[in-house]
């Protein structure tokens, strides 16, 4: 990424002034929660625009977890799933940018969560219940002989998302302990048969 960006706008001053976005608008929510914008509507020059275009997908893909890890460090809460969209601008100059920053809260005003896969892919999760186990029809499915054919089930509860082990064989352990169930936190390591993902509340 940084040799392609070697000249003109780069994508870390992107990632520093959406930093800078984040703090400023944060803000403390009804229950003394801060939370921070979570939505990012990034308006480049058509040049940049047409230079970003080309790296699009690694590129928001890195600005959006930028944004995870700052929200992480800072105790920030999002009201949603963090989102990231290039715009074209026709009036700004080539090396210049603005931020458009919102508070986007998910479907049902339920607050963000996501199951971070082995391979790394992201299961965003909603009002939907999520089931994991071996059989197709779950919503993951896993190709791992020590999961159960219906292993556990994630469920939205109030503004976060908790586990729910639906007696499996050889049970699901968060953060190391074996549990039935449990309410999700940012972070939490869950454990069924050989297989590890993490949970992320953004």
Same mark, same amino acid.
């Given at each position: 990424?940084?040799?392609?960006?070697?000249? =003109?706008?780069?994508?870390?001053?992107?990632?520093?002034?959406?930093?800078?976005?984040?703090?400023?608008?944060?803000?403390?929510?009804?229950?003394?929660?801060?939370?921070?914008?979570?939505?990012?509507?990034?308006?480049?020059?058509?040049?940049?625009?047409?230079?970003?275009?080309?790296?699009?997908?690694?590129?928001?893909?890195?600005?959006?977890?930028?944004?995870?890890?700052?929200?992480?460090?800072?105790?920030?809460?999002?009201?949603?799933?963090?989102?990231?969209?290039?715009?074209?601008?026709?009036?700004?100059?080539?090396?210049?940018?603005?931020?458009?920053?919102?508070?986007?809260?998910?479907?049902?005003?339920?607050?963000?969560?996501?199951?971070?896969?082995?391979?790394?892919?992201?299961?965003?999760?909603?009002?939907?219940?999520?089931?994991?186990?071996?059989?197709?029809?779950?919503?993951?499915?896993?190709?791992?002989?020590?999961?159960?054919?219906?292993?556990?089930?994630?469920?939205?509860?109030?503004?976060?998302?908790?586990?729910?082990?639906? =007696?499996?064989?050889?049970?699901?352990?968060?953060?190391?302990?074996?549990?039935?169930?449990?309410?999700?936190?940012?972070?939490?390591?869950?454990?069924?048969?050989?297989?590890?993902?993490?949970?992320?509340?953004?």
């Amino acid at each position: 990424m940084a040799r392609a960006f070697r000249t =003109g706008l780069r994508p870390v001053e992107v990632a520093r002034r959406l930093i800078r976005e984040m703090d400023d608008a944060r803000v403390v929510d009804a229950s003394g929660r801060t939370v921070t914008a979570n939505h990012f509507a990034i308006r480049l020059s058509p040049d940049d625009y047409e230079r970003f275009a080309e790296v699009r997908e690694s590129l928001t893909r890195q600005l959006a977890e930028t944004a995870r890890e700052h929200a992480r460090d800072e105790h920030y809460g999002f009201m949603g799933p963090v989102g990231i969209d290039l715009e074209p601008d026709d009036h700004l100059r080539t090396s210049s940018f603005r931020i458009d920053v919102r508070l986007r809260e998910a479907e049902g005003g339920r607050g963000a969560g996501a199951l971070v896969l082995p391979n790394g892919e992201r299961v965003l999760l909603g009002e939907e219940f999520v089931t994991i186990g071996r059989l197709p029809e779950c919503t993951i499915c896993l190709a791992d002989p020590n999961v159960s054919r219906h292993h556990v089930e994630i469920r939205p509860r109030g503004m976060g998302f908790q586990l729910i082990d639906l =007696g499996s064989t050889n049970g699901c352990t968060v953060n190391g302990v074996r549990v039935g169930e449990r309410d999700l936190v940012d972070g939490d390591q869950i454990r069924m048969g050989n297989t590890l993902m993490i949970f992320e509340a953004s």
